[in-house]
T-cell receptor, first 113, second 109 residues
Framework: DAGVIQSPRHEVTEMGQEVTLRCKPISGHNSLFWYRQTMMRGLELLIYFNNNVPIDDSGMPEDRFSAKMPNASFSTLKIQPSEPRDSAVYFC???????????FGSGTQLSVL | KNEVEQSPQNLTAQEGEFITINCSYSVGISALHWLQQHPGGGIVSLFMLSSGKKKHGRLIATINIQEKHSSLHITASHPRDSAVYICAVREFGNEKLTFGTGTRLTIIP
């Protein structure tokens, strides 16, 4: 298995632009998590899905952030409009079930200028 | 709110030394994770444990539920062990992980 696949690896955009981050979980995994990592706040959970259904999005910073999981093999995290304070590394992770070992993607380094 | 504290924040050691990284948390948990983040940024889950001890190669993780404390040990440390080690805990009835701030380990040849 190729592991959790995220794209793009790096994204540089200007303030106000829409940004879409993509994630392909490991095949057969039922749970998917989006995390954000910054120097100031470390790793934070943004949202997680179980069986494609969003379970808890209380970590999503504000309405500019949205996430979808249209099927078991694909999820997106969208920021519209983006702001410089959104600059961070965004990680996607999946697990076979909730409460099980997490497998992380390589992350997307987002820079909003 | 669960507070997760790691110590030390930074650790530099010579190759071959025995390494211990500590994690303490403040409320009851259902599981604790140890993660490794290499300089390139990728995150690997090393252990998930809820009691006792787990071992994988040169790495050993222990947890004491009563004392709300976990340790990660590395035996015969090697420069490739240089990374940030992050402790994360999951509270009962909550799928969210609360993360520690990490321990930056540097092993000198």
């Amino acid at each position: 298995d190729a592991g959790v696949i995220q794209s793009p690896r790096h994204e540089v955009t200007e303030m106000g632009q829409e940004v879409t981050l993509r994630c392909k979980p490991i095949s057969g995994h039922n749970s998917l998590f989006w995390y954000r990592q910054t120097m100031m706040r470390g790793l934070e959970l943004l949202i997680y899905f179980n069986n494609n259904v969003p379970i808890d999005d209380s970590g999503m910073p504000e309405d500019r952030f949205s996430a979808k999981m249209p099927n078991a093999s694909f999820s997106t995290l969208k920021i519209q409009p983006s702001e410089p304070r959104d600059s961070a590394v965004y990680f996607c992770a999946s697990s076979f079930q909730l409460n099980e070992k997490l497998f992380f993607g390589s992350g997307t380094q987002l820079s909003v200028l | 709110k669960n507070e997760v504290e790691q110590s030390p924040q930074n650790l530099t050691a010579q190759e071959g030394e025995f390494i211990t990284i500590n994690c303490s948390y403040s409320v009851g948990i259902s599981a604790l994770h140890w993660l490794q983040q290499h300089p390139g940024g990728g995150i690997v889950s090393l252990f998930m444990l809820s009691s006792g001890k787990k071992k994988h190669g040169r790495l050993i993780a222990t947890i004491n539920i009563q004392e709300k404390h976990s340790s990660l040990h590395i035996t015969a440390s090697h420069p490739r062990d240089s990374a940030v080690y992050i402790c994360a805990v999951r509270e009962f009835g909550n799928e969210k992980l609360t993360f520690g701030t990490g321990t930056r380990l540097t092993i000198i040849p």
